[in-house]
């Protein structure tokens, strides 16, 4: 196949350019004179090799996008070559080059682009020196080895860079799209339509029993093969060697994160957490915590609930974190009042909540402890006895010692431990969405300006032109093969209310999504025999977030909505989606 001389393509790319992109097409600089070329040359003691010769002589790279034109910097989006910067000129060339051999790295040929932040140690360059590869393109990173690219030539480059603006193709793995006259580049991103299930994985998992089985002592056979006869039996002196070990050392005090809440009964408590109805079953704090740490559990955490003194209480005994999170606070302390004692390592917290209303950081207790010196981290230390920061273990008993005293709350997680309580698996509550003055939204969305979208468009209009946005990021990241989000979706488009309260459909699966995400996660921190892949996290974190997307559609102002919405758009094209929207297309 004939590849068309440099010439041929820049006519292609002008063409294209002050059609689709004319601001980016304004900013191409004329074509560099002769002189300016034969003077750089030069300096840098090497002749060009006629494909930048060609391309300078159609243009002399770009305008600095700065904002010292008459565009403003907002309005100005120089030509560039994917994510390798903008083209060079002859002065660009002549500077770069000088800069780069005065680091030991500009041999390897003449740069060609200004590289990713105008970086003249990134980029791409052609080799100029004769050669084997004398005219071929290569690309550098900085302190990276320079290494040649797919392209034996800049014609190569620029035929390439013109059909992907014609065609809408990718070129050097991203597409070209134009945005308000000016061109811009997109990655493209696809979300997988399956992806394995942790959850559902682990729904066929039996829950570990709750005792190992108990080891017996190796019976052997005398030296005929017979079995052994006790030694009242047979006669006979036997020899046993055993092995022993140092006595353990005593073991540490248990002081699980802690929630207490006035009036509520256990079963209330774990409601309230998001308890999993299915795996709601007696269990003491070894056996729940072998069920935490099990694939059964698939990273959920787990908590057992029982009650003190007219208060109900619920121990985390495995998985993330949740008492201190705002959202768990305000869930537990609705009508209520509730204390809750969490230990993280150095820091022990005692935080108080009212009727849904956490308390303020000021009235939140707080003791941070330094860490014990020359000694092993992590669970090793603990099994072997070592306390790393016996300042929060000793903090940790004050404050039950206070729970007690200013609200009568007896509680000893040692003698707690043993006992049988009520425990469950948690589907984990929601991120709090922003509100007041946290509750704003973004001018700028992905190269669009959203203010301005905002302040001139009708809201009626704008809020259909985002539920078609919503719509088209539920198909694309396959959250509408959910019945309860095809539910909501239809109902939005007939105007009708939607519920989203903890408990129902659309929560439920929400939070389903958000523990699929999170368990595939962690599995693949796990190492590579995880039973999921990296696609599988692309398609689970696409899903909560679009489910996140559809949260804040729901339940924040349209504005606020619309920039999650729009920022997490698949397609490469939703630009001229939402264009059409707003026009009633």
Known sequence: MSIPAVEASWARIDAWLARHAPLTHATLRPPAPQAAIEEAERTLGVPFHPDPVASLRCHDGVKPDDGTAQLTSHQLSSCQLSSYGSLCGVADIARNATFLRGLGVGE???PVTLGIGRRPSDGLFIACRPGPRYGQV??????????FARWPSLRHVLADFADALE??????????????????????RTVPAEAVSPLTRAAALAEPESDPPTPQR?????????????????GTQRLFFVRTRRPR??????????AFAAGLTPAEMLRRLGAIPATVRPRDRRQAQRAAESAWAAHRPLVRAGEAGGWAYATLEGGAAQFARPEVLRALSAGTRVAVLTRHGPEVVLAIAEDGVPCSEEDTRRVMSPRESNTAGGPEARRLGMDLWPGSTAAYTRFLGILRRDFGIAYDPDEEGPAELTSALLLPLLDDLPTGEDCGFPARV???????????????RLRAAIVAQLSRLASET?????????????RIHRGLPVDCDQDGPLDSRMRTLAAEA???????RDGDTAPVSHEDLTAWVARDRAAHALREFLRLPLPVAAATILDQRVSVHWHDELAADLDGG
């Open 108 to 110: 390897a040929g003449l």
């Open 138 to 147: 290569g690309r550098r990173f900085d302190e990276d080895t320079p290494s």
């Open 167 to 188: 065609g809408g193709l990718m070129f050097l793995d991203r597409i070209p799209l134009t945005v308000a006259g000016k061109l811009r580049w997109a990655d493209e």
């Open 218 to 234: 190796p019976v052997f056979p005398d030296l005929a093969g017979n079995d052994p006869q006790p030694p009242e039996q047979s």
């Open 249 to 258: 050392p005593a073991p540490l005090p248990d002081q699980p994160d802690v």
């Open 446 to 460: 992905r190269h669009l300006d959203l203010a301005g979208l905002v302040e001139r468009t009708p809201p009626q």
């Open 478 to 490: 396959h959250l509408d093969t959910y019945p309860e989000v095809a539910e909501a979706l239809d």
């Open 518 to 524: 999170h368990a595939t996660r962690q599995l693949l």
